[in-house]
């Protein structure tokens, strides 16, 4: 495993708490945050438990043991997932506010770093897993907070009109963050345009070797400013340029400035590339 990821719970999350429970009672660290074991859950993956919202859990980076925050672990969330439209899904976004009002965390116009590569190891984990199920795993634009100033997304369960989050969805959450796995051969962008649930960055992070970061969706596009793009694309950590869902997006004059324009085909079909990886791996002279 790559990196180092803090799965943080909060308590009064419905979701948060179920998949905590899943993973059992978890040894300590010896490391704690306002009094609070940091536990160990698999080998680079470490649990926190919150008493608040994540959402209102501003600046949790800054209240770590400062040797671990030097590590710049991955800050991911497991929580509930809530929607008008009451779809059962499974979801993963990236943190921040595009435009000039914060209403759920965070500040206006201001976003977190993200982790393009774990994020979307965790998309594919849920795609996987929870097509067994029934279940449609998808990214989300970049909508909301806390602000922080570690690498984060949240993975979600939305269970539309049923009480409890289903059983069978918070195993597979659980799994899929114990077992965070990134490609260190997928290519990063940022994502621009497209509707809030970002279908075409979707299908492209589960086709193809690519590995998003920030998405700004169309709506977000409306009220982006350039230095709220420059600090989206800088967050995208690793990118390369921008991907976007139309040709008309890309001609949005705060995005002017950024990475350069991708395409869809820059990145080789997932099948495709561990084909050839494999190739070469048998290709090459044995020991002696």
């Not at 948060?16 to 074991?37: F, K, M, Q, Y």
């Not at 536990?39 to 919150?50: D, F, K, N, S, T």
Request: aromatic share 4%; with cysteine.
């Amino acid at each position: 495993m790559d990196g180092l990821y803090l799965l943080v719970v909060s308590e009064t999350d419905p979701v948060a708490s179920r998949v905590a429970t899943e993973w059992g009672t978890l040894p300590a660290s010896g490391d704690h945050v306002d009094g609070t074991s940091i536990r160990r859950l698999a080998p680079g993956v470490l649990e926190l438990r919150r008493p608040g919202n994540h959402v209102d859990d501003e600046r949790l980076d800054l209240r770590l043991p400062g040797y671990l925050r030097e590590r710049r672990p991955t800050l991911v969330f497991p929580s509930i997932h809530r929607s008008k439209d009451n779809v059962p899904c499974l979801t993963t976004h990236a943190l921040g506010n595009l435009g000039p009002v914060a209403e759920i965390g965070g500040r206006p116009r201001t976003v977190s770093p993200s982790d393009p590569r774990g994020m979307t190891a965790v998309l594919r984990s849920l795609s996987e897993r929870g097509r067994a199920h029934g279940l449609t795993a998808t990214l989300e634009a970049t909508h909301h907070g806390p602000e922080l100033g570690l690498p984060a997304f949240f993975a979600e369960i939305g269970y539309g009109t049923l009480t409890e989050p289903p059983p069978a969805a918070v195993r597979v959450l659980a799994t899929a963050l114990r077992e965070i796995v990134p490609d260190a051969h997928d290519r990063v962008a940022m994502g621009v345009g497209g509707s809030h649930y970002a279908p075409h960055f979707t299908d492209l992070a589960l086709r193809r070797r690519w590995a998003f970061g920030h998405i700004v969706s169309r709506h977000s596009l409306e009220v982006l400013d350039a230095e709220t793009a420059q600090a989206a694309y800088a967050g995208t950590t690793g990118a390369e340029g921008i991907v976007y869902a139309r040709a008309q997006d890309a001609t949005n004059p705060v995005l002017s400035a950024l990475g350069p324009r991708l395409r869809d085909q820059d990145a080789l079909p997932r099948a495709l590339a561990k084909e050839l990886n494999d190739a070469t791996r048998d290709a090459r002279p044995s020991g002696t």
